[in-house]
Nanobody, 114 residues
Framework: QVQLVESGGGLVQPGGSRRVSCAAS????????MGWYRQSPGKQREWVAR???????AYADSVKGRFTISRDGAKNTVYLQIDSLKPEDTAVYYCYAEQGSMYWGQGTQVTVSS
């Protein structure tokens, strides 16, 4: 069983930056993949970014160039750095991990508004 806890959400002005974190209950290097989805009000959950065990990263076209996924193995934590925030980035950001099964965190709200 893998437990994931997100943090770092909040209210951000357009054009600002935010880093959200996902702390895992065990070594993140045991996971095949870790990543992020987001869900905006009235919309389906959207895949955002992932980082493989190898360190290879991938991003959705809608966030490429503005979002950066990274990890800290010593802290068992995966990060999502979000830059040049837009109102349409407002969403609950969910962390996930793949290790045979899929595991999810509870989500962290990021609101982009002036």
């Amino acid at each position: 069983q893998v437990q994931l806890v997100e943090s770092g959400g909040g209210l951000v002005q357009p054009g600002g930056s935010r880093r959200v974190s996902c702390a895992a209950s065990g070594s993140i290097f045991r996971m095949l993949t870790m990543g992020w989805y987001r869900q905006s009000p009235g919309k389906q959950r959207e895949w955002v970014a992932r980082i493989a065990r190898s360190g290879t990263t991938a991003y959705a076209d809608s966030v490429k160039g503005r979002f950066t996924i990274s990890r800290d193995g010593a802290k068992n934590t995966v990060y999502l750095q979000i830059d040049s925030l837009k109102p349409e980035d407002t969403a609950v950001y969910y962390c996930y991990a793949e290790q045979g099964s899929m595991y999810w965190g509870q989500g962290t709200q990021v609101t982009v508004s002036s």
